[in-house]
């Protein structure tokens, strides 16, 4: 958890979206929802919304997901279709315990457009070592619009005082296009004070 906080981007912070914050989803007005369950580890779930847009036409949007996995190695997956994309998500577990090892193989694909792309990301970390766990995230990005980078995130935790850090290096510009760092540290009673950096020299504070 504290590694994903303090190694995300401005947009994902607070699940704000700080290119439209005032943005508002489409008013539903009918829903209807199925879900099976093929086997134990087999589920499906279908669902078809009746959707009123701002010009006040009604369209119908569906969502269809397919989740699987088998416990036993530690590997789940899901399949997702909708009126816009395909995509699925592949996720395996290599360790049970510390220090947390794992990979996870994203891809989505738009059949009107044409396009689709391809995100690898392998994680480890968790174990201890003295009074520091760190924490290493190795992320690869493919798509067909000629948009490749590869993204690089260290974490280090120290009691409640946590250093991150996040690289991306645009393989197509082949140049670094995002890097900043972040110090955080978490009090129990006033809550999470941190120091912010990044490549466009923003500096900031914050709780």
Known sequence: MWFN??????NGLLDLDFK?????DDLKAFTFKTKAQARED???????????????????????EVTAGCPAHDISGKFTVNAKENSIVLNHKLSKGEPHVAWKLRSNCQPAAGTWDVKVNFKHGGQQFGP??????????TANL????????????YDNVYFGSR????????????AHGQVSYQDAEHGLFYFRGNLDRFVGFGR
């Open 5 to 10: 906080r303090v190694t995300k981007d401005a």
């Open 146 to 157: 000629k948009n490749h980078n590869v993204q690089w995130q260290q974490g280090l935790q």
């Open 132 to 141: 520091i766990t760190p924490w290493t995230q190795l992320k690869f990005y």
């Open 20 to 24: 439209d914050p005032h943005k508002q």
């Open 167 to 178: 690289i991306v290096y645009d393989i197509t510009g082949k140049a670094l296009s995002t």
């Open 42 to 64: 087999i589920n499906v779930n279908h669902s078809n919304d009746l959707v009123q847009g701002k010009d006040g036409s009604f369209t119908v949007k569906h969502k269809t």
